[in-house]
């Protein structure tokens, strides 16, 4: 009988708690064939896990303060994400199919029900973890104003701060007006009438008051106006005032065969994504109300999508406080990422000539990759250039330089992901411009999505064409190379240049290639040949040799890449996971995963880089790339897993990157059998080994001459 038609074993009733007894309690059968259920975690509850680590830094007393009040907003931000895309579909599915059954045996109604749980208790901790913030801010200079007493002189003050606001009263018995999601409006309930305010910026409701001394101070608007809702309606009889704020499905629908064109579809369906379906509804209040009931009756919600918080909505508004300046003990030390000047002051293809280069982020300057494309927009001996783009920044540099490229007479293509969820308008303006500006922008490839980071530059060099390339694991985007960890090599391999033509070939004239050898990609071969290297692990382990996988990434929920790690457990295959984020596999399990360990790193930058290496009999196979251990990204989207050939670079990222990561006890987490994560305890007389700051301390003294003109052949660094 297959799983989906089996009954659950889990009722819908179990606390968060005995739901994790019914995962750890023995199981009847022989360890290696436990059910798929027992075998796999809930990708939606590891995700809750993972936001739950990232809530531990916001209440962790030895980060300082404003960093602990930037992972707090994270949490929120993370939460609303959840809920507009996985939550949305979750809810989704339980209304189309109620016998539905995900992975790991559970019904969309349990998956709900756990889900609410599990963020009813988060945050309930971030809102005791705020409380503390607020009060351990004060007392550095920082005043938040949360609550309002009659004081005169500060109503004055915020009435003459108030942001531009919308207000509508209404009947009990008129609708709603339409709001919108992830803005912080204001309910006041009358006798026979009620009243809705909207804060129409979100950035505008925390307003900075004249300061008291050396104490800066700052006020909630929605606080206030709720404060003050009798005074703001003074010939209504107010009998109750409360903040909310609405969650809608962020879920985009459009039709890639139909006659008008994607771009259109894109730009009313973002539209549109201001009236979809409303999936949570938030009220910050200290208990469920009459009006919190009469909310959430309005938009369609039962019971089970209200959520009550006694703390402000939405702290990401809190994060401009960490900007302020002359609060720098309140923050980590600015990390400077190394420019390194011998590429940038000379030529940089020369450069790339004499050896391959790798780059961390953000240890390692983004600007490398700017000067990489402004040289070559400038360069007479370039003749084409071929960059995709899935996310990047406002005013982007790289953008700029494709532009000045096309200008000067190269032949510039270009692929524009305008499907990148909450990037499309702001990609769609960058494929319009680029298309004003002289560049081939290739046509968007129907339902699936481009997110591989590659660039090629074609160089005429002794009246042969030469291809340089940049092939990284992140966004081609400035803000987020200072936040995210990435690695981006820059190459002039021949044989992978050629490939990279193909490939483009691929994507641009929607040429299929026959196959590759050196690159591995999606949704053609990159699933099957992980597995295959997962096997061929195994068979080198069954064999007597010595097998050893180690993967880095952001998630792992492949059904059929779990089950072959599994495999290579059981034949003795050393299997060591740095995942960030979800984690599917439960490592641990005796009989089917016991050489399997897991860990995740949580610091003050997200872990974004995804490398894969396998011994392989000594050869040692490493592959980086944009990919992720998921369905969608091995059967939805075009991506790219590229080897790194270089020894020298090969080394450092086996024995220094990965085996740092892997020595992480300062800021580690590892996954146990039951799904639940406990922080790295280093042992007694153990050397902390904080990764980050590791790289950090290496970009400065050390590795940065790994890629300048003398490569030491020094033994692999100790991390410190």
Not at 116 to 143: C, F, M, T, Y
Not at 647 to 664: D, H, N
């Amino acid at each position: 009988m297959s799983p989906s038609r089996e009954k659950s074993p889990i009722p819908t009733w179990l606390s968060f708690d005995e739901y994790l007894k019914t995962l750890t309690s023995p199981p009847s059968e022989a360890p290696h064939v436990i059910p798929t259920q027992r075998r796999l975690l809930n990708r939606d509850l590891s995700w809750l896990q993972f936001n739950e680590r990232v809530l531990r830094e916001a209440a962790d007393d030895t980060v300082p303060a404003l960093e602990r009040l930037r992972f707090a907003g994270i949490v929120s931000s993370n939460l609303d994400e959840f809920f507009m895309v996985r939550v949305a579909e979750i809810s989704k599915i339980a209304k189309r199919n109620r016998r539905y059954r995900f992975p790991d045996g559970s019904t969309s109604s349990q998956t709900l029900s756990q889900i609410r749980d599990q963020v009813l208790r988060q945050k309930s901790e971030q809102a005791a973890i705020l409380r503390e913030l607020v009060a351990v801010l004060a007392k550095e200079g920082i005043l938040l104003f949360t609550e309002f007493r009659n004081d005169p002189t500060i109503d004055k003050e915020v009435t003459a701060h108030l942001p531009s606001m919308k207000v509508i009263v209404r009947p009990w018995s008129e609708p709603l007006p339409p709001l919108l999601s992830e803005r912080i409006h204001v309910f006041v309930r009358f006798p026979e009438r009620y009243a809705v305010i909207s804060i129409e910026n979100r950035a505008d409701r925390l307003v900075q008051l004249s300061p008291s001394g050396r104490t800066l101070r700052f006020a909630l608007i929605e606080q206030w106006l709720t404060a003050r809702a009798q005074v703001l309606f003074p010939n209504q009889e107010v009998i109750e005032a409360f903040p909310f704020k609405i969650i809608r499905d962020a879920d985009l629908r459009y039709r890639p065969d139909d006659e008008e064109t994607l771009e259109s579809q894109i730009v009313q369906a973002v539209e549109h994504r201001s009236k979809a379906r409303v999936v949570r509804l938030e009220v910050d209040a200290p208990h469920y109300s009459e009006g919190a009931l009469f909310l959430a009756s309005s938009l369609g919600l039962d019971s089970a999508a209200i959520y009550r918080f006694d703390l402000p909505l939405d702290l990401r508004t809190l994060a401009t406080l960490y900007n302020l300046p002359g609060f720098s003990r309140l923050r980590y030390p600015p990390v400077k990422p190394q420019r390194l000047k011998g590429l940038l002051k000379g030529n940089l293809f020369r450069a790339v000539q004499q050896r391959d280069i790798l780059l961390q982020h953000p240890y390692d300057s983004f600007d490398t990759i700017v000067k990489f494309l402004q040289t070559a927009a400038r360069d007479p001996d370039v003749l084409r250039i071929f960059h995709t783009v899935y996310r990047t920044s406002q005013q982007s540099p790289i953008m700029e330089a494709l532009k000045e490229a096309a200008h000067n007479g190269k032949k510039v293509t270009a692929y524009i992901e305008i499907k990148a969820r909450f990037d499309e308008l702001n990609n769609v303006r960058w494929a319009d411009e680029l298309r004003r500006a002289g560049v081939r922008v290739v046509r968007p490839l129907g339902g699936f999505k481009v997110h591989c980071k590659l660039t090629q530059i074609v160089r005429l060099e002794k009246r042969r064409e030469v291809s340089y390339l940049h092939l990284g694991t992140g966004n081609y985007h400035p803000g987020t190379a200072l936040q995210y960890t990435d690695l981006g090599l820059l190459t002039k391999d021949l044989r992978l240049g050629q490939e990279i033509t193909s490939y483009f070939a691929w994507l641009s004239h929607r040429r299929k290639p026959r196959a590759f050898d050196e690159i591995m990609v999606a949704p053609s071969d990159l699933h099957d040949r992980f597995l295959e290297l997962i096997r061929d692990e195994t068979r080198i382990q069954q064999q007597g040799g010595k097998g050893h996988i180690i993967a880095k990434m952001n998630a792992l929920v492949d059904l059929d890449i779990i089950e072959a790690l599994y495999a290579a457990s059981q034949a003795g295959v050393r299997i060591e996971l740095i995942v960030r984020g979800i984690c599917c596999l439960r490592p641990g399990v005796k009989g089917v995963s016991e050489n399997i360990r897991v860990i995740s790193v949580i610091d003050r930058f997200l872990e974004h880089s995804r490398i894969y290496y396998f011994r392989a009999n000594g050869t040692k196979k490493i592959f980086l790339g944009s990919a992720d251990w998921m369905p969608r990204n091995f059967h939805a989207r075009y991506e790219v897993a590229f080897p790194v050939k270089d020894p020298v670079l090969k080394k450092y990222i086996r024995e220094i990157i990965l085996a740092t990561s892997l020595a992480e006890n300062v800021k580690g987490w590892i996954l146990r059998p039951d799904g639940t994560y406990d922080r790295i305890v280093p042992s007694t007389n153990a050397r902390l080994v904080r990764s980050q700051f590791v790289f950090e301390q290496l970009a400065r003294d050390h590795y940065r001459r790994t890629m300048l003109a003398h490569r030491p052949k020094t033994k692999a660094l100790t991390p410190a």
